[in-house]
Nanobody
């Protein structure tokens, strides 16, 4: 069992930055990839970023829509994952969720979910 709590959302003007945090508890945290998804009003939930861990180190994935602007990172010692969001755009407005996940083919599937944190970007 993994419990996840997001924080760091808020309101920002276009071009600004926010840093989201996902604090995890549970003994099996390090076994999972941790992902960020987002869901805008009236839209389906979409993948944003993921980070997994291998013997060579962290492996990061970013959706094309955020590549170059968002960066996912992980601190296993603190059981936390972060999403640094720069150059924010109004279309980034959404509720952001972190999830402990696994990959099926090319798709990330969330196994445990946080409650979400709202990010609002004004133009």
């Amino acid at each position: 069992q993994v419990q996840l709590v997001e924080s760091g959302g808020g309101w920002v003007q276009a071009g600004g930055s926010l840093r989201l945090s996902c604090a995890a508890s549970g003994r099996t945290f390090s076994r999972y990839a941790i992902t960020w998804f987002r869901q805008a009003p009236g839209k389906e939930r979409e993948f944003v970023a993921a980070i997994s861990w291998s013997w060579t180190g962290a492996i990061m994935y970013h959706a094309d829509s955020v590549k170059g602007r968002f960066t996912i990172s992980r601190d296993n010692a603190k059981n936390s994952v972060y999403l640094q969001m720069n150059s924010l755009k109004p279309e980034d407005t959404a509720v952001y969720y972190c999830a402990a996940a696994h990959k099926e083919g090319s798709t990330w599937q969330g196994d445990y979910w946080g409650q979400g944190t709202q990010v609002t970007v004004s133009s």
